[in-house]
């Protein structure tokens, strides 16, 4: 009787042990842990600035339990693939062109809408305003969570001439950046040829595309100078602003401790407040230099183009994405009432 009562006995000291060696690991797994972040930009563009100094912050708030694993430039997902690898928990975080899920999610076309947005700072208003919160939600309703918001201006390249008004975009074979653009710029007589912007430069070089859209920030960084002949830069009016934002999966971000959770929110605050503008607001100065010592036609957009663009994207993306788009109407209206 009695050995069965010590058998008994350490059969249940020993599960009990082994239960709190599993809470234990468990709760050390839940604090301490590396996150990958992937994205498409070369190594020391602003993207990857941004996504570095973030982790830099949060390594160093929560005092090395949270470390992060940089693969810029495309090295470990390629970049409409990094939706899907979030949403799964595969990928913890990205610098992502939202609307390069747009195909999963349309409604976020909505942040590469034309003339949806009248400048950076105007656009970082998003993320305290209904237009922003919005976007929040549908995005954590698909599995990912916005972090830090960023928008980046952009400008039209070409090697053929220099696009001006919408009638100078017929008979090119271009690359517009986003869904709605690539509407527009088709009802405008353009061939469209879609692909990230990490594939423009061999586009360009092959023939593949003549003229294109993207952000200040890639036609440099991506060296688009080499190929371009022509650039309708974003110093004074831009019709292309794009949401490139620091997000994170939410099965990582449910991994994270409440604590942890407070600081990358604290830290997500401190970039809107402190460092997004500041980095951003310089990249047409940078792209302006660029392209000048490369001695490219460089234009300015007047208020005249700008308007005349804004007409023609009314009556074409805007159009189309308000019929198309479950909401899209609601959310070009938010759009809207954040540029009052």
């Known amino acids: 009787m009695r050995t069965k009562k ?5 059969i249940v000291v020993l599960a009990v042990s082994a239960f709190l060696m599993f809470v234990k690991t468990d709760v050390s797994w839940a604090k301490s842990m590396t996150l990958k972040v992937s994205h498409q930009f070369a190594a020391g563009d602003v993207r990857d600035q941004m996504g570095r100094v973030f982790g830099e912050m ?25 939706w899907d690898a979030l949403r799964k928990g595969a990928l913890d975080m990205s610098v992502f062109p939202l609307d390069y899920a747009s195909g999963k999610v349309p409604q976020l076309s909505v942040t590469l809408m034309p003339c949806a947005v009248a400048n950076i700072k105007q656009g ?13 939600a549908l995005m954590e309703a698909n599995g990912v969570k916005n972090l830090v918001w960023a928008w980046f201006d952009g400008g039209m390249g070409s090697k053929i001439k220099q696009i001006k008004v919408p009638a100078d975009v017929k008979g090119t074979k271009l690359r517009a950046a986003g869904k709605k ?6 009802e ?18 092959t023939g593949v595309l003549d003229t294109m859209l993207t952000s200040s920030a890639s036609f440099v960084s991506y060296k688009l100078y080499e190929v371009l002949k022509y650039i309708n830069a974003p110093r004074d ?14 099965k990582t971000w449910d991994r994270l401790t409440p604590e942890q959770q407070q600081i990358f929110m604290e830290v997500a605050e ?14 047409v100065d940078k792209l302006i230099e660029a392209y000048t010592d490369a001695g490219i036609d460089i234009h300015y957009m007047t208020e005249a183009e700008f308007k005349a663009w804004l007409e023609f994207a009314k009556e074409t993306a805007w159009k189309n994405y308000a019929e198309t788009v479950p909401g899209g109407q609601e959310l070009l209206d938010l759009a809207s009432q954040a540029m009052e």
């Open 6 to 10: 010590t058998l008994f006995c350490l």
């Open 58 to 82: 949060v390594t160093k708030r929560t005092n090395g339990e949270i470390k992060f694993r940089h693969y810029p430039a495309k090295s470990l997902y390629k970049p409409k693939e990094q």
């Open 124 to 136: 970082l208003t998003w993320r305290n305003k209904p237009i922003g919160k919005k976007i929040d």
């Open 181 to 186: 653009f690539e509407f527009m710029m088709r």
């Open 188 to 205: 405008a007589g353009a061939s469209i040829t879609s692909m990230p912007s990490s594939e423009t430069y061999h586009a360009l070089s």
């Open 237 to 250: 009016y831009s019709i292309w602003y794009m949401a490139e934002n620091l997000i994170i999966s939410q």
């Open 270 to 283: 401190w970039m809107h407040e402190n460092w997004i503008y500041d980095n951003f607001k310089t990249l």
